[in-house]
Every structure is written in C-alpha cells, then in structure tokens.
C-alpha cells in the first residue's frame, strides 16, 4: 500500500531555498509518475511539478519553472523538491501525489508539509 | 481564478441531494479530457472521490457520482450526511497550459 510522508518545509526567507521530501515506505515508487501539489493557506489545490517513473520526463506549472527543480531516487523510494528564489506566494502546504502512467489523476496523496516564506 | 469553475459553496439538509458543478473550456474538459473529484475533509489532504468522470475508488459510497457533458461536469451526492461536510475538488487536464488544472473548490454545508 502506498503511505506518502513528506517533510522539509519551515520558514524560508523571500529569495531563499528550500528541500521538500516525500518517502513511499510502500514498495511500488517506482512504478508511479509523481507529482508535487500546493494549498495556500484557505486557498484551493494547484499543481505544481511531474516527474516521470524514470525521470526522463518532468513538467513544471509556469509560476515556479526556473525556481524549482523536482527529482526522485527510485532507490530510496523518494521524491525530492528543490525550491530556490522563494516568494511570498510559494507559502503553502506542498502535498506528494502519485499518478499511474496513462492516468489523468491523483490517486494517492501525503499529509503535506508546509512552507512559509517570510522575513 | 482557476481554469474551471465551481461555485464556491453548497448545503443540503441531511437525506437530502445537492449537485456541485466544474465548468471548464474547449482546451480541458470540452477538448475530452476525464474530470476526477477530491474531497478534503477539514484540516486533511484530499483524496480521490472520483476518478475518469463517474467511477469510484473502492471504499467510497455509492452515493457519490459523477457526470460529464461536453466542456462541464457534475458531482452529485445523494443521502447527505453530516460527514459529507468538506471542500470538493475538480481536476482535470489542460492542453493550452500543458498542466493539470483544478476547480477553486465547492464548500459542501450539511444543515
């Protein structure tokens, strides 16, 4: 069974980075496309970023292509987002979410983990 | 704004049936696209309610369906109940953005 646990997020600064992780302590990460959705606080959901099962694929929403970079380590049945020259309005729970190849949808989501960037 | 659009809020009494809307355009839900719903119970992460336009995950009620009809489509819950109280989600897949797009969400008040 999937279980989603992600972590990293925190106080970042306007300008700053941050490292989000999710880890699968299921056994089936690789076979899933995963993804990285975000919530502002009382806000709705927005996708963010893709990555393919082998990586060879990654997609990025326009607002933080340049900024972010996703990858993942099948080995270690982790999905990671870098998240450079951070915004005020990146400041949201950032949620892991899995996709099956030839799916449109989000079948499993983590409990998020959230971002604030403020000075 | 969101690419498709729900109306922010709905209620129903208890038993009875509300229907929620996601209206999108020719370049996601009209272009063919499947419309999947989430339902995100307060203070939680969303989960899957529904998955290419009217199946159900296992686990989930047979009293959530859904619907869709050229650019738009529907989310009806029948036999209200107090736990169906949560915010849902459209989602789909835009071509002109190259991005999968979500409604604002419909905030479900059970009277």
């Known amino acids: 069974e999937v279980q989603l646990v992600e972590s990293g997020g925190g106080l970042g600064q306007p300008g700053g980075s941050l490292r989000l992780s999710c880890v699968d302590s299921?056994?089936?990460?690789?076979?899933?496309?995963m993804n990285w959705v975000r919530q502002a606080p009382g806000k709705g959901l927005e996708w963010v970023s893709y990555?393919?099962?082998?990586?060879?694929?990654?997609k990025y929403v326009d607002s933080v292509r340049g900024r972010f970079t996703v990858s993942r380590d099948n080995a270690k049945n982790s999905l990671f987002l870098q998240m450079s020259s951070l915004r005020a309005e990146d400041t949201a729970v950032y949620y892991c979410?899995?996709?099956?190849?030839?799916?449109?949808?989000?079948?499993?989501w983590g409990q998020g983990t959230l971002v604030i960037v403020s000075s | 704004q969101s690419v498709l659009t729900q109306p922010p809020s709905v209620s129903g009494a208890p038993g009875q049936r509300v229907t929620i809307s996601c209206t999108g355009s020719?370049?996601?839900?009209?272009a063919g696209w499947d419309v999947h719903w989430f339902q995100q119970l307060p203070g939680t992460a969303p989960e899957?309610?529904?998955?290419?336009?009217?199946n159900r995950p296992s686990g989930v009620p047979d009293r959530f369906s859904g619907s869709k009809s050229g650019a738009s489509a529907s989310l009806a819950i029948t036999g209200l109940q107090p736990e169906d109280e949560a915010d849902y989600y459209c989602?789909?897949?835009?071509?002109?953005?190259?991005?999968?797009?979500f409604g604002g969400g419909t905030k479900l008040t059970v009277l």
């Open positions: 989602q789909s897949y835009d071509n002109s953005l190259s991005a999968w797009v």
């Open positions: 020719s370049s996601n839900i009209g």
């Open positions: 299921g056994f089936t990460f690789s076979t899933y496309e």
């Open positions: 899957l309610l529904i998955y290419d336009n009217n």
């Open positions: 990555i393919s099962e082998s990586s060879s694929n990654i």
């Open positions: 979410a899995t996709k099956k190849g030839g799916t449109t949808y989000f079948r499993h």
